[in-house]
């Protein structure tokens, strides 16, 4: 096959992952090609819906507390270089039963690393954030650090800088095949055939349908997230409110934002497996049972929240079966990397995964510690 005149790297997807790897490997003069189906960002994928949070001590488990020190220094470094702020470290606040996995993983993953955090019992709740409405026996642990990110500006911001240190991206431009060899990496697209040294899948919710021979399954689910104008507005404000998650019976995860300006309103989600869908054939249309969740979080937890709604959107998750991201090369061609099952909580590893996977595609291994979210766990030889 051979690079013959091509790329260092072709990069496929530049969503979340595949805009901050090509910022990276731009950034360190490598030759990148990206590939983007649809614009450059959009709102089709997974990363739309004008906020994603960000937190430290992280209840999913310790082992990304490393990753997560190292992405807060590269939001930052993200924000000087472009100049405009993408992370609000607003404080957030994590609450369920004192056994549960959220209170209990988030405690486990700050005490482990050493993270500042406080123990607050229901009553220390209620007095220092009267907004929620809980059960008696939930209590919670608040994070100074944690805060949100502007995910379609990261990822504008991302584009932006590795185009200015030279990488070439292009938008709707779809890759429909793609091969590998001792020689070399090839991707074709409606456009042409591009050639290179290594290849990089970033290609979120669509990735099963690019790598059919990964041999690990991602289920892609419909989720659903929806903005409302409080009753109170002043309680839910930008400085007063912070980003928060309540754990459910079922073990799903209500959470929610303070107000931005970005898009008007309080916005909630649940985090949870939504239904099973295929990315190209998913209803975007948000439905009564859609807007039954929202209101049904807000009766719940929020009762000073709800009000009339004013915006709902449907985005993608893609699952791995454990809920952990999988970073690796490809089972069968070495020269082919994957970044994908980011489970619903990829959006502020971005930074990092950025620098991985330009470590990995240029130099064949980094110093990060990523070892825990190989394929190797699922029993696959890379
Ligand atoms: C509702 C919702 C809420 C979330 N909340 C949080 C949160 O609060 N905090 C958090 O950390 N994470 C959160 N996440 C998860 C996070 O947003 C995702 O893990 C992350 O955005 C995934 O990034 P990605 O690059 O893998 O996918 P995407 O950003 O979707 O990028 C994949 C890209 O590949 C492109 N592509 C696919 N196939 C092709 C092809 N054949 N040719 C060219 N291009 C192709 C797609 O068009 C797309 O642009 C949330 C996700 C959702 C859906």
Not at 75 to 80: D, K, Q, V
Not at 253 to 265: K, T
């Amino acid at each position: 096959m051979g690079k013959g005149s091509g790329y260092d790297v072709i990069v496929v997807g530049v969503g979340a992952m595949g805009s901050s790897a090509c910022y990276h490997l731009a950034r360190r003069g490598a030759s990148v090609l990206g590939l983007e189906r649809f614009d450059i960002p959009h709102a089709l994928g997974s990363s739309h819906g004008y906020s994603r949070m960000i937190r430290m001590a992280y209840y999913e488990h310790p082992d990304y507390v490393p990753l997560l020190r190292r992405a807060y220094e590269l939001w930052r470094e993200l924000e000087g270089a472009s100049g405009q702020q993408l992370l609000f470290e607003v404080g957030g606040v994590y609450m369920g039963p004192p056994d549960g996995h959220v209170v209990a993983g988030a405690t486990r993953a700050a005490r482990q690393h050493g993270l500042e955090h406080e123990t607050l019992s229901n009553a220390a709740l209620a007095e220092r954030f009267p907004q929620f409405r809980l059960p008696p026996q939930f209590v919670g642990v608040y994070e100074p650090r944690a805060g949100f990110l502007l995910p379609e500006k990261v990822i504008a911001a991302q584009a932006e800088l590795a185009l200015r240190a030279g990488a070439e991206l292009r938008g709707r431009e779809e890759v429909t095949h793609w091969g590998a060899d001792e020689g070399g990496v090839v991707v074709r697209t409606p456009k042409g055939e591009y050639r290179g040294d290594r290849l990089l899948f970033c290609g979120g919710p669509w990735t099963s349908k690019l790598v059919s021979d990964l041999g690990v399954e991602l289920v892609v689910t419909r989720q659903v997230l929806g903005w409302v104008w409080p009753r109170a507005p002043e309680a839910f404000a930008l400085g007063t409110f912070p980003v928060w998650g309540i754990e459910a019976a079922d073990g799903s995860l209500s959470y929610g934002f303070p107000m931005i300006p970005d898009c008007p309103g309080l916005k909630v989600a649940r985090h949870g497996r939504g239904p099973v869908t295929d990315p190209d054939a998913v209803s975007r249309e948000a439905t009564p049972a859609d807007e039954a969740e929202v209101n049904d979080i807000l009766l719940r937890h929020l009762p000073g929240g709800a009000g009339p709604l004013l915006s709902m959107r449907v985005c993608l998750y893609t699952n791995s079966s454990d809920g952990h991201f999988i970073i690796d090369s490809h089972p069968r061609h070495a020269r082919v990397l994957l970044a994908c099952g980011f489970s619903g909580h990829g959006f502020k590893f971005a930074s990092v995964i950025g620098e991985v996977l330009a470590d990995l595609a240029l130099n064949g291994k980094t110093e990060l510690p990523v070892r825990f979210l190989g394929l190797e766990r699922f029993g696959i030889r890379t």
